[in-house]
């Protein structure tokens, strides 16, 4: 799958669960088309809820192969309206920066963006993301079912759910969970770096232990 296939789905994945219901024509199709196979369609119709099996194919269309994105398409016969959105922005969004582009707009010196964030940071941001936090965790890699525990185990706290599918993403990527990995994610989800730029312009600890006052960080409108 191109590039910009899977930066438009990955862009579109919560409204495309909310819209779609896969089991009754996409599934059965991509499954006819050879792209989804038996198990992967197994594993789709284990899950719980029409939008966490929307989710789980959106995870899996990606690594289907060139044709996934095309066959995707043709899928949504029934939901023309889906297809016709997903094309006209194909058409009409002008190429964009690549995910290096949020450090374009973010000048932070690069022993920073390669900083691991700590518990306090990854709360601040948790506490700023608002609706964005499930399209941000989608981008670090979440998949649908660690979403959904997040969601359960924090109902009615959208704070506690963001920071709990946080720190599950610093825990298994260890030192590749950086803050530069934070801001690619931010800017996959259209939220805009200076949600960034509050969580992480606070006092910060410095390797020897003491405390150092960040320097505030100038953003370009």
């Avoid at 994945?13 to 038996?38: K, M, N």
């Avoid at 690549?98 to 940071?121: H, I």
């Avoid at 890699?141 to 610093?170: K, M, P």
């Amino acid at each position: 799958m191109l590039p910009e296939h899977r930066a438009l789905l990955r862009r579109h994945r919560l409204d495309l669960s909310a819209e779609l219901l896969v089991s009754d024509s996409i599934v059965p199709f991509l499954y006819q088309e050879e792209i989804l196979t038996g198990s992967e369609v197994e594993n789709i119709e284990s899950q719980s809820n029409n939008r966490l099996k929307t989710l789980r194919l959106l995870e899996l269309l990606p690594s289907r192969g060139p044709r996934a994105f095309d066959c995707f398409l043709r899928a949504l016969d029934d939901f023309s309206w889906v297809r016709d959105k997903l094309l006209l922005e194909l058409q009409t969004k002008p190429a964009g920066p690549s995910r290096s582009g949020p450090t374009d707009v973010l000048p932070l010196p690069d022993s920073f963006l390669q900083k691991v964030p700590s518990d306090r940071e990854l709360s601040r941001l948790a506490a700023r993301l608002g609706a964005a936090w499930e399209l941000v965790l989608m981008d670090l890699g979440l998949t649908a079912e660690a979403l959904f525990r997040c969601r359960s185990d924090h109902a009615h706290n959208a704070h506690g759910a963001a920071l709990a599918g946080l720190v599950q993403w610093r825990r298994r990527e260890g030192k590749e969970a950086t803050v530069k990995r934070l801001l690619d994610s931010l800017h996959a989800a259209d939220v805009h770096p200076s949600v960034l730029q509050d969580a992480l312009t606070s006092i910060q600890q410095d390797t020897t232990g003491r405390t150092v006052a960040e320097d505030q960080v100038s953003y370009r409108t």
